[in-house]
């Protein structure tokens, strides 16, 4: 196997992308408003019990912390600014996201907690029915590898997307503890963004890559439109080579069989050429579910499955 050019070597790996697009859609989700899909929104706000108090409405925070240069408070304002803040709290932002907990390290640790067992039912669900439709065979005959490919696909997807959400908001309590309250009122949300998305390094490499394209394309797109929106800047029909742009280097990728595991890496390469090409069907499918299962490792089971599941385990 010929190893990549100099630069290519140096490039960063692809869920680099994942952080950088997560970042930009945070800061857009924290400073501007309407700047992101609804949907996206509502994923974010459905799973941030631990930060949005009961009875306290999901805008109202998220406007706190738009509109806030998170001031230091005393003991006695805290309780006069929010009925009902715990009297040791020292900082308006904090009394305001979790009030009844003042330690941000343990409020943390609970909605961490909580969100996990919120989250982890859907991906039980969804992971579940997909290994009993896509792999029907390797089910019977390996049960236990289907198994723990289940549970690594559970596991790791409810880190992942809890984690991400969760260490987003803490990241918001513990700038403002390590920052002067005027200090980077910007940047710090977007470098909560870039850490909180390290929780992609859970999920295995195949999904990791899939997710960071995914991301990436979907922060393009909402940052051309806010900045769209904000400014004069406006191309006619932008969306449109956004949209061709991001398929073409989709097809192009997953079609080549060449593995995404750099920055522009690879996709159009002379090796990647002159592989195999998929078909478009083999291409939607790795692309809407990006889970990959090796039921057969041994080279003498890999002789029972049948040949229409050989292709997908390679």
């Known amino acids: 196997m010929k190893r990549p050019p100099e630069i290519e070597r140096w490039l960063p790996p692809v869920w680099t992308l994942n952080c950088l697009g997560n970042a930009i859609l945070i800061y857009l989700f924290l400073t501007e408003k309407d700047s992101v899909q609804p949907s996206y929104e509502r994923i974010v706000l459905n799973h941030s019990s631990g930060y949005i108090p009961r009875g306290k409405a999901k805008e109202d925070v998220v406007e706190l912390i738009r509109n806030s240069n998170y001031p230091k408070i005393t003991r006695e304002a805290a309780r006069s600014l929010e009925p009902r803040a715990h009297p040791l709290h020292t900082r308006y932002v904090c ?19 909580h969100e996990c067992r919120a989250i982890w039912q859907f991906f039980g669900v969804f992971g579940l029915a997909m290994v009993l439709l896509k792999r029907r065979a390797g089910v019977v005959k390996h049960p236990w590898a289907a198994y723990k490919q289940w549970v690594s696909y559970t596991v790791s997807s409810t880190l992942f997307a809890a984690g991400s959400i969760t260490t987003a908001w803490g990241f918001v309590c513990f ?5 002067p309250g005027t200090s980077l009122p910007r940047i710090r949300i ?45 191309i006619p029909y932008g969306e ?30 002379p090796q990647a050429r002159s592989r195999k090409r998929m078909s478009l069907d083999e291409c939607c499918i790795q692309t809407t579910f990006p889970f990959k299962a090796d039921f057969a490792t041994d080279k003498r089971e890999q002789s029972d499955v049948p040949s229409s599941m050989k292709r997908f385990m390679t």
């Open 95 to 113: 009394a305001c996201m979790h009030p009844e907990t003042p330690s941000c390290l343990e409020n943390f640790i609970s909605s961490m907690i």
């Open 175 to 179: 700038w403002q503890r390590l920052l």
């Open 190 to 234: 977007m470098l909560g963004g870039i850490v909180s998305s390290l929780w992609i390094l859970v999920l295995p490499p195949n999904r990791r890559k899939d997710i960071s394209l995914y991301v990436a394309r979907f922060a393009i797109l909402n940052a051309y439109q806010t900045i769209k929106a904000k400014t004069s800047f406006n």
């Open 240 to 269: 449109v080579p956004l949209f061709a742009l991001a398929l073409t280097s989709l097809l192009q990728t997953k079609q080549s069989g060449n593995p995404v595991e750099r920055i522009l890496y690879g996709a159009f390469t």
